[in-house]
């Protein structure tokens, strides 16, 4: 049996994101709006809606129980979009820190290429063939993007899939048990439905 903790910012409906999850697997999927009890859990996802600032304040009253989650437990994180970008060190989005886990920063697509916001289908390059999220998935499969940043982190060998956008979009990064996704699983049919088991599968293997 699968527990896996969604954090509400605040910012919007969650329920859709909550239903992926039960329907590729989860057996209890709760929304939270604190972090006190992580060690209930087997996962959390960080969603994908909302703004930077906001998000990060929300958080960071618990951001030791967050980091301890990850580095001494080793719960297994899913971070989508917004929920990935915050990870990093800091976004062209907000003026606040991020909750620097990750190395590098959160930057705007290009406006003089791309029109801004990205919405829509792209597919995915495959740049790790071992990534655990992308285990069933082909190279070339097509997931759904709402978005107006994209990562740069310091560190490209945490990559495994990119898309084009006018430029290469980090689309799945993996980081021991820190996995994010840019684009949304929840709304990216059959290979957002991989996606969560995958992710539902590590959760169990942690367990």
Known sequence: MVNVAIF??????????KAALE??????????????????????VLPGVGNFDPAVKSIEPYKDIFIKSIEEDFMPILGICLGMEMLFNHSEEGTRDGLKILDGKVIILPKKKVKVPHMGW????IIKKESK??????????????????IAPENNSIVSAIAQYGVNVPAIVEEDNLYGTQFHPEKSGKLGAIIMKNFLNVCSEQK
């Not at 509400?8 to 994101?17: I, Q, R, T």
């Not at 329907?23 to 959390?44: C, P, Q, T, W, Y």
């Not at 070339?140 to 978005?147: C, E, K, M, N, R």
């Open 133 to 150: 999220l992308l285990q069933g998935i082909k190279d070339g499969s097509w997931a759904y993007f709402v978005h107006s940043y994209l």
């Open 23 to 44: 329907r590729n697997g989860a057996e209890n999927v709760i929304i939270i709006h604190d972090m006190k009890s992580l060690d209930k859990f087997d996962g959390l």
């Open 8 to 17: 509400d910012y605040g910012a919007g409906n969650l329920f859709s994101l």
């Open 122 to 125: 792209n597919n995915l390059e």
